[in-house]
Each structure stands twice: as structure tokens, then as C-alpha cells.
């Protein structure tokens, strides 16, 4: 339990989900799949695992990559 003492916590804003909604139309994704997106660059990740979204898309700076291929 303690490997995600390291990890940071991204605390959903007005901000936050006015730039997931921009983002959920320029890209065609749902809002909550936006909404990951949003918080993950905020928080400086380079990647986002996620086996819903397409491999090897960059997305507002984050690459996506799917953990199981």
C-alpha cells in the first residue's frame, strides 16, 4: 500500500472540468475520459495507461498506452 504514497493527487477544480469539457469536444471523447486527460497533464504525467482510449495518441501532451498489448 505505501507504492502510492509517492503518487500525486489531482484535485478536480471548475478549471479542471471547463478544460475537460473543451477537451471531450476538440477530441471526441466522452467528458470522463477528458476529464483523466486533464488531470493527468496537470499533474506532468507523460503517459496515461488506459486500455479505453487509443494507443499511441497524444492527447494534449499525455501519450496514451495501453497496458495490455
Do not use: K
Not at 7 to 36: G, H, K, Q, T, Y
Not at 40 to 68: F, H, K, M, Y
Request: charged content about 20%.
Amino acid at each position: 500500500m505505501r507504492t502510492f504514497y509517492h503518487c500525486e493527487v489531482v484535485m478536480i477544480s471548475p478549471e479542471l472540468i471547463e478544460e475537460a469539457v473543451d477537451c471531450s469536444i476538440l477530441n471526441r471523447l466522452s467528458f470522463w475520459d477528458a476529464l483523466i486527460i486533464v488531470a493527468a497533464e496537470s499533474a506532468n504525467c507523460s503517459t496515461l495507461w488506459s486500455d479505453d482510449l487509443n494507443a499511441g495518441q497524444v492527447i494534449r501532451g499525455v501519450r496514451i498506452e495501453n497496458p495490455l498489448l
